[in-house]
């Protein structure tokens, strides 16, 4: 019997007015605590916060950036950043090309302009970011001894073309990238993903096996979170490459198909 379930947010579990539905919502209330219901995505905290508060979850652990950031009981039990040396270089390369960069670490999102790629985010995921200059941003994190949870590059396709190449040749193996959108890229750090935070969570708090969780995505990031866990759930609308290693393909995110499975699967 499946014992915890996690579930990505964007394309997964949002309708279509990229809030929780009803039916999602009275269905997380089922599992009453019986079944933790995760929430994990590349979102920031404060971007996941209020779809908990909505589901009364607001309790439970959620697992930010990807997995970058584990938050349980409001305190940090695991946080992996991008380091200032990798921020530093991406900025120089990025000063010829002006590619949006919006920089994040865990409450804390700054945009170098309002511009239309903020505005999105803003609309999608109903946080405000805070206006400072990537330089400004790098001399605040660098004296404070911090480093980036995420960055998000949008721009224009091909712009955003040489920031992968430029990465990846300087960095091949000390980040994760994820595009998806021609014109978006996120950028994680390498060593974590969301199956490895899953497995710190049920390893340091739950103590739940691998094989007794349950996970729901449509991404290139959920991939790995999809193979991993006992039973793997795309909705169907994910990325064929998602689709190919589920164990299970529901109905799409914006119909319930989150909600659908577990109703179905857990009995309820």
């Given at each position: ?155 224009e396709e091909e712009k955003i073309d040489k920031i992968i190449d430029f990465l990846e040749e300087n960095f091949p193996d000390e980040l994760h990238l994820y595009r998806s959108k021609p014109t978006y890229v996120e950028i994680a750090p390498g060593s974590i993903s969301k199956l490895t935070a899953i ?22 990031n959920d991939i790995e979170m999809i193979k991993g866990v006992g039973m793997g759930i795309a909705v169907s609308n994910a990325k064929p490459e998602v689709l ?25």
């Amino acid at each position: 019997m499946f014992k915890i379930i996690f579930s990505d947010i964007d394309g997964t579990l949002l309708n279509a007015d990229r809030v929780l539905s009803e039916y999602t919502i009275e269905t997380i209330k089922k599992l009453d605590r019986k079944v933790p219901f995760i929430l994990i995505s590349s979102r920031m905290p404060a971007a996941m916060r209020h779809l908990q508060k909505m589901a009364d979850i607001a309790d439970l652990p959620l697992i930010s950036y990807n997995g970058g950031l584990i938050i349980v009981d409001g305190k940090t039990i695991s946080s992996t950043e991008i380091t200032m040396n990798i921020l530093e270089a991406l900025h120089n390369f990025n000063s010829s090309l002006d590619v949006h960069l919006s920089l994040y670490h865990k409450d804390e999102w700054y945009v170098p302009r309002h511009d239309f790629w903020a505005q999105r985010e803003i609309n999608n995921t109903k946080v405000n970011p805070e206006l400072k200059s990537n330089r400004e941003v790098i001399e605040k994190w660098t004296s404070e001894n911090k480093g980036a949870h995420k960055i998000m590059a949008m721009g224009e396709e091909e712009k955003i073309d040489k920031i992968i190449d430029f990465l990846e040749e300087n960095f091949p193996d000390e980040l994760h990238l994820y595009r998806s959108k021609p014109t978006y890229v996120e950028i994680a750090p390498g060593s974590i993903s969301k199956l490895t935070a899953i497995k710190h969570l049920l390893d340091n708090h739950y103590r739940f096996p691998l094989p007794q969780s349950m996970a729901f995505g449509d991404n290139y990031n959920d991939i790995e979170m999809i193979k991993g866990v006992g039973m793997g759930i795309a909705v169907s609308n994910a990325k064929p490459e998602v689709l190919e290693v589920a164990h299970m393909v529901t109905s799409h995110g914006k119909e319930d198909g989150v909600a659908k499975s577990i109703t179905e699967i857990l009995k309820l």
